[in-house]
């Protein structure tokens, strides 16, 4: 078992190439994590709720399935922070080399967001989402990855921005 869940489950969760969203099993696990301290189901769980390839540790070995798949959840990351990707960028943060294989990556996403992939210009340019990484919300202490993409005050904060700006911008030059 590890940390209340046991492996052949938790491999099974995050090799699923459906699920993105793994905050519940996080939760669940951080509970009962009490008596399981430096449990890897707990580690393993925190990076894919909030973390990117770059949060994993040397001590934590991926499948080539989980690795796929935590690429998948970096560019995910990348394209709430940035509307336009350049290749070279998303192959940093994913290290990884392979061109075409990022492309299929976006492409697999194409349920979550809609983008313009550009070969020549080497970019992708995210035009809609329709999904995105979960919040953090200090619900547990997170023990591997350093900075979670997104906190509850941030979006917080960026809901208030935009309602100012719809407030004073957009509104008024409608009436």
């Given at each position: 078992m590890w940390g209340s869940i046991d492996?052949?489950?938790?491999?099974?969760?995050?090799?699923?190439?459906?699920?993105?969203h793994y905050k519940d099993e996080w939760i669940h696990v951080a509970a009962g994590d009490s008596r399981a301290r430096g449990s890897r189901a707990r580690d393993l769980?925190?990076?894919?709720?909030?973390?990117?390839?770059?949060?994993?540790?040397?001590?934590?070995?991926?499948?080539?399935?989980?690795l796929h798949k935590l690429r998948k959840l970096t560019l995910l990351s990348l394209t709430?922070?940035?509307?336009?990707?350049?290749?070279?960028?998303?192959?940093?943060?994913?290290?990884?080399?392979?061109r075409s294989l990022m492309e299929t990556y976006f492409i697999q996403l194409g349920s979550v967001l809609e983008f313009q992939m550009d070969p020549i210009s080497e970019t992708v340019t995210v035009t809609n989402f329709f999904d995105c990484r979960d919040v953090y919300d200090?619900?547990?202490?997170?023990?591997?990855?350093?900075?979670?993409?997104?906190?509850?005050?941030?979006?917080v904060t960026g809901l208030q921005k935009w309602k100012l700006k719809l407030e004073n911008e957009i509104l008024p030059s409608q009436s």
């Open positions: 492996e052949q489950r938790l491999v099974r969760i995050l090799e699923d190439p459906q699920k993105l769980l925190e990076i894919f709720t909030f973390g990117t390839v770059e949060d994993v540790p040397a001590s934590i070995e991926l499948s080539e399935r989980m709430e922070l940035y509307r336009v990707i350049p290749y070279s960028f998303a192959l940093e943060k994913c290290q990884m080399s392979d200090n619900e547990a202490e997170l023990r591997i990855v350093r900075n979670a993409h997104y906190t509850r005050e941030q979006l």
